[in-house]
């Protein structure tokens, strides 16, 4: 039996109001935001049926909103923490410590690549470039980006989030 997915109202308008601004028959165009508002009110994380909701509401084939949730890093495939932390990993990143810094925040929090910890606070991603080349080493939190990391302002980022410091919005 399948799970009944739905929005809530004031999502369902906001979702209509992203189709609207595209032309009859290109509503595929609003994918990208539509997944967005699913994954904030289901989650974090888009399953299966979320996806079959999705494609529904924009008239589209499952296979076709599977293709782009799958491809984006920004869309989870499995269930995140409060606070996935995406360390970049490319090559600035890499040559200015970001493998020094991914090893540190892997084994404070006990996790490995794409685990969650058991208090389902944190979850940790490496990152492709995030663009912030001159910011080196950084990750992403949330919306917001932490630049030219160390090990004390990680561990501090950490103790905020901890203590429900940090904001994601």
């Known amino acids: 039996m399948s799970k009944k997915v739905a929005f809530k109202l004031e999502t369902l308008d906001k979702a209509q109001e992203i ?21 904030k009110e289901f989650g974090g ?46 090559g600035p990143c890499m040559l200015n410590g970001s493998e020094k810094i991914f090893e540190h925040i892997r084994k404070k929090l006990g996790i ?3 685990e969650t910890t058991e208090d389902g606070l944190f979850t940790l991603k490496p990152a492709e470039c995030l663009g912030a080349c001159g910011y080196a080493p950084m990750m992403q939190l949330g919306k ?16 905020l989030c901890k203590q429900g410091a940090i904001t994601l919005d």
């Open 19 to 39: 189709i609207r601004r595209y032309p009859e028959g290109r509503q595929k165009s609003a994918l990208i935001p539509i997944l967005h508002l699913a994954q």
């Open 45 to 90: 994380w888009l399953d299966v049926p979320v996806m079959d909701y999705v494609a529904g509401l924009l008239g589209i084939k499952p296979i076709e909103v599977y293709e782009v949730a799958t491809f984006y890093t920004m869309f989870n495939m499995k269930p995140v923490g409060k606070y996935v932390l995406e360390v970049c990993r490319t």
């Open 112 to 114: 490995k690549e794409g």
């Open 144 to 159: 917001f980006y932490h630049e030219n990391l160390t090990i004390e302002k990680v561990d501090r980022i950490l103790d």
